[in-house]
């Protein structure tokens, strides 16, 4: 059954520090995201990108991210000068079509120290 | 008000028993809805969208009230494999693009 793949499945990190975050979505899929889940909080949607382009992007997805698709199967997720807040379960989806039916990676977990 | 608002349980409910869970959300522009479920530390899976005339999907039935702005999944004859978080999704504008996730329902099936 094909899944979306991410990468690291845990990365700690220092405060300030750089991270790159991986994930290969389903390779049909045209809809790409990015969530993340504070630990015992909800899922909270950070960025959508079809066509190359971020479609969509929540208030938390400020200037200290970015998204990329740097070729045609990866799907990267940038944080630059991480803070602590930052730490959280960054899942990345996927999905055919423009609805909520989404695919789940299974997370990276990001620890900022 | 929170935009999605779920009972957090946790249900304990024995094998065999019928569970139901509600959700209200609070944008009445939202136009998709669904289930998923999210078992611990672990990725959300779609469990079941929701359809304006409800819908079933084995022992699972959800139903949605626009005019309350209401949500419910009814699970029947539940299996100890049931035991997850459920949580329910609301896309924030009438587009398909962004889910606002509620915190979720704890629900564990004993033997």
């Known amino acids: 059954e094909p899944e979306v793949t991410q990468t690291p499945s845990h990365q700690v990190t220092q405060m300030g520090q750089e991270v790159i975050l991986r994930c290969v979505p389903i390779s049909n899929h045209l809809y790409f995201y990015w969530y993340r889940q504070i630990l015992g909080q909800k899922v909270e949607f950070l960025v959508s990108?079809?066509?190359?382009?971020?479609?969509?992007k929540s208030e938390i997805f400020d200037d200290q991210f970015s998204v990329e698709r740097p070729d045609g199967s990866n799907f990267t997720l940038k944080i630059r000068s991480t803070k602590l807040e930052d730490s959280a379960m960054y899942f990345c989806?996927?999905?055919?079509?423009?609805?909520?039916?989404?695919?789940f990676g299974e997370g990276s977990r990001l620890t900022v120290l | 008000r929170k935009e999605v608002e779920q009972d957090p349980g946790p249900f304990n409910v024995p094998e065999g028993a019928t569970v139901a869970f509600n959700c209200t959300y609070s944008?009445?522009?939202?136009?998709?809805f669904f289930w998923y479920r999210q078992d611990c530390r672990k990725e959300p899976k779609l469990l079941m969208s929701?359809?304006?005339s409800g819908n079933e999907d084995g022992r699972f039935t959800a139903q949605l009230n626009r005019a309350s702005q209401y949500i419910s999944l009814l699970i029947r004859d539940s299996k100890l494999s049931d035991s997850a978080t459920y949580l329910c999704v609301v896309n924030m504008k009438n587009s398909g693009y962004a889910l606002n996730f509620g915190k979720g329902t704890s629900l564990l099936v004993t033997p």
């Open positions: 929701v359809y304006s």
């Open positions: 989806a996927s999905g055919p079509h423009n609805t909520g039916e989404l695919f």
């Open positions: 944008n009445s522009a939202s136009q998709s």
């Open positions: 990108f079809y066509n190359n382009e971020i479609s969509e």
